[in-house]
């Protein structure tokens, strides 16, 4: 039964430019995990990871109805890319099943969470 669903819309310089005014922004949104695959790439594909990733937790906590705050924050979900690049929920604060969805064009990505019992 589906329990919630979220998606979220981000300019991808908007977080590109926040990464590099704001040295710790980087570990604010990855978890560690997240981080050593942030590091494996470079440029634009670097900036559309990361805004990825922001809006993979972004649309995460409107899934849950809450938005990210102290019921969730961007710590406490984990969005890892398996093999094919396929983005998948290895850390979340639900015991249900989390789907996950991201695509980017030049400019944006879109994302959406599907929450499950």
Same mark, same amino acid.
């Given at each position: &039964? =589906?329990?919630?669903?979220? =998606?979220?819309? *981000? $300019?991808?310089?908007? %977080?590109?430019? !926040?990464?590099?005014?704001?040295?710790?922004? @980087?570990?604010?949104?990855?978890?560690?995990? $997240?981080?050593?695959?942030?590091?494996?790439?470079?440029?634009?594909? /670097? #900036?559309?990871?990361?805004?990825?990733?922001? +809006?993979?937790?972004?649309?995460?906590?409107? /899934? !849950?109805?809450?938005?990210?705050?102290? /019921?969730?924050?961007?710590?406490? @979900?984990? =969005?890892?890319? #398996?093999?094919?690049?396929?983005?998948?929920? *290895?850390?979340?604060?639900? +015991?249900? @099943?989390?789907? /996950? +969805?991201? +695509?980017? *064009?030049?400019?944006? %990505? &879109?994302?959406? =969470?599907?929450? $499950?019992?």
């Amino acid at each position: &039964m =589906i329990k919630g669903l979220g =998606i979220d819309l *981000t $300019e991808i310089a908007r %977080v590109a430019h !926040m990464a590099k005014q704001h040295p710790q922004y @980087v570990k604010r949104i990855l978890t560690p995990q $997240e981080i050593r695959q942030y590091q494996q790439f470079t440029g634009q594909r /670097a #900036n559309e990871y990361l805004a990825g990733r922001w +809006s993979l937790k972004e649309s995460f906590a409107k /899934a !849950m109805g809450t938005g990210i705050g102290k /019921a969730v924050s961007f710590q406490d @979900v984990e =969005i890892i890319d #398996n093999q094919l690049g396929a983005p998948i929920v *290895t850390k979340s604060p639900v +015991s249900g @099943v989390a789907h /996950a +969805s991201v +695509s980017h *064009t030049g400019k944006l %990505v &879109m994302t959406e =969470i599907i929450l $499950e019992d």
